[in-house]
């Protein structure tokens, strides 16, 4: 395309014919400003690449949400249709050792917490949850680290697993988390009692624990109010620590663990992961604990290699139904 360029020679206005698209002043002028031109799109690149949400990532090792001492006596837990999905399971088996929920209905739901304070205020939060299996099998409640969600155990097949091998998978997006949005409401010791108190399950269940979730489960362990003198046998049947953070102090989980805990613990964690095995000392107090480490894993063992982790952890459970069974 050609332009036509005025200019000035001797006072005199004249016009010429280019075929460039700028002036030499804007020429000049993109010269001048050409390396923060350069560096403004390379920043922009890398905030693309480094900064947007890019799915799983490994898990941090450290949280920084505090707990909150909310008077939460007077807990209601209602069910409502929001965001309700339900799929047909149709995935490969990709473990040869164990079996998967072909058929069985996943289903993605919400409930509403309602919290009401002795000073008469209400508040409600939303906690979003999936399940998978028969309710009136055992009941596995699956946790999550600080950088995934219930939906992390959906892409490793754990609900299909779980649920073909006769449990009740229920995955949980914990406060703050996934779908689950943040809630200070209910203290990190009083979440867990909320949801077992009122999600009516037929039966005591085994929670699995990675990485962050550990201090929802430790405190819940160490909570002797909302325990109310029983048992923690009495409360649930077992628990599958993978590498968790504890929120207790040390000496309060040992003394627990030695003595009075009652129930049986699966440890495992990946052989590369720091985590796992500082945590193995305290945890493995207990005379009836499992441990499995996963070679060559790092802190997400179970995405590391989920063919082992999900033989390990039907092994284990088979054994504590059936206590004649070797791990």
């Not at 030499?24 to 010269?31: A, F, G, L, V």
């Not at 008469?120 to 009136?136: A, E, F, L, W």
């Not at 209910?186 to 929670?207: A, G, H, T, Y």
């Not at 499995?292 to 039907?314: E, M, Q, R, V, W």
């Amino acid at each position: 395309m050609v332009f036509q360029r005025k200019f000035k020679r001797n006072g005199s206005l004249f016009y010429r014919e280019s075929a460039h698209l700028y002036t030499p002043d804007t020429k000049r002028i993109i010269m001048q400003y050409k390396p923060l031109l350069f560096f403004g799109f390379l920043a922009i690149v890398l905030y693309a690449f480094f900064a947007l949400p890019s799915g799983d990532i490994e898990e941090s090792e450290k949280s920084g949400k505090k707990d909150v001492n909310v008077d939460s006596e007077n807990i209601i837990l209602e069910t409502e249709n929001v965001n309700v999905a339900s799929e047909i399971e149709k995935e490969p088996n990709v473990n040869p050792m164990v079996k998967t929920g072909s058929q069985l209905e996943r289903n993605e739901f919400e409930v509403v917490v309602s919290v009401v304070s002795t000073m008469g205020v209400g508040k409600s939060c939303r906690v979003h949850m999936v399940t998978q299996g028969n309710p009136d099998n055992q009941a596995v409640i699956l946790l999550h680290g600080a950088k995934y969600s219930s939906h992390t155990w959906k892409t490793i097949n754990t609900y299909s697993i779980l649920s073909g091998n006769g449990y009740y998978a229920i995955g949980i997006d914990l406060p703050g988390r996934g779908k689950s949005p943040r809630c200070d409401d209910i203290s990190v010791s009083d979440f867990l009692f909320v949801f077992l108190e009122r999600l009516s399950l037929k039966n005591r269940p085994i929670f699995v624990s990675p990485s962050m979730s550990g201090r929802f489960v430790s405190g819940f362990l160490t909570n002797t109010k909302k325990l109310q003198g029983r048992e923690i046998s009495e409360v649930i049947t077992g628990i599958v620590w993978v590498a968790p953070a504890l929120s207790a102090a040390e000496d309060e989980l040992v003394t627990l663990f030695r003595t009075t805990i009652g129930v049986p613990f699966l440890i495992t964690y990946g052989e590369r992961d720091r985590i796992g095995k500082r945590t193995v000392d305290i945890l493995s107090q207990n005379p009836r604990s499992v441990i499995k480490i996963i070679p060559n894993a790092g802190h997400a063992c179970y995405l590391d290699d989920t063919n082992l982790f999900h033989s390990n952890l039907l092994t284990w459970l088979a054994s504590i139904q059936n206590p004649n069974e070797n791990v």
